[in-house]
Structure formats: C-alpha cells, structure tokens
C-alpha cells in the first residue's frame, strides 16, 4: 500500500504559476502509475495528468496540455505538478492518485490511492 499526501496549493491570480507536490510513503513508489484530478465546486472529479511508472511517458487532459507539467522522483517517492499559466477555471481541489491497475489514464475508477487533497484557487 502506498499514502499520499499533497504539498503546495494555494491562492494564487490568473498567469500565476504554482507546483503541487505529492509525497508516497512505501518502499514500491515506483510500482505506481501516478496521476492527479481535480474537482471544483460543483463539478465531477476530472482528470488532469498522468505520468507512468518509469516517468518515460506522461498525459495530459486537453484543458491544461501546454500549461501543466507532470514529474516525478522515484527515488524522494515525490509525484510533482508544474502549473503555469493558471486561468480562473483550473480553481478546485487537487488529488493525486496512484495504482498499480492498468486502465485508461484518465479512469478515476482504476486508481486504489488518493491523497486529502490540496485547495488551489486562482483569482482573476
């Protein structure tokens, strides 16, 4: 088994940049592929990026491809989210997931893990 807990959201104005990290506890981190979702008010719980096991490959959800970037550091069992260019709509909570399914990236479903969430809010 892995937790998860989230660093780094906040409140932060439309161009901001911000970076969401995600600590693992375990010795398998590296067994996981790692994602994070988001859920504003409101809304469904919507994927935003995706990276596997290995870092090789990442995804990303069409709203933030070219803006957000997903990383992570097997080594710290850290998955990290580099958010530039922020625009009122990205304001939700901030999950990060992990599993050791395979399934399509963006299937919430698929995931065993999930962190409490970190709140960002970008004001316009």
């Known amino acids: 088994q892995v937790q998860l807990v989230e660093f780094g959201g906040g409140v932060v104005q439309t161009g901001d940049s911000l970076r969401l990290s995600c600590a693992g506890s375990g010795r398998t981190f590296s067994s996981y592929t790692m994602a994070w979702f988001r859920q504003a008010p409101g809304k469904e719980r919507e994927f935003v990026a995706a990276?596997?096991?290995?870092?090789?490959?990442?995804y990303y959800a069409d709203s933030v491809k070219g803006r957000f970037t997903i990383s992570r550091d097997n080594a710290k069992n850290t998955v990290n989210l580099q958010m530039n260019s922020l625009k009122p709509e990205d304001t939700a909570v901030y999950y990060c997931?992990?599993?050791?399914?395979?399934?399509?990236?963006?299937?919430?479903?698929?995931?065993?893990?999930w962190g409490q969430g970190t709140q960002v809010t970008v004001s316009s």
């Open positions: 990276i596997t096991r290995s870092g090789e490959m990442t």
């Open positions: 997931a992990g599993r050791l399914k395979t399934s399509r990236f963006s299937d919430d479903g698929s995931y065993e893990y």
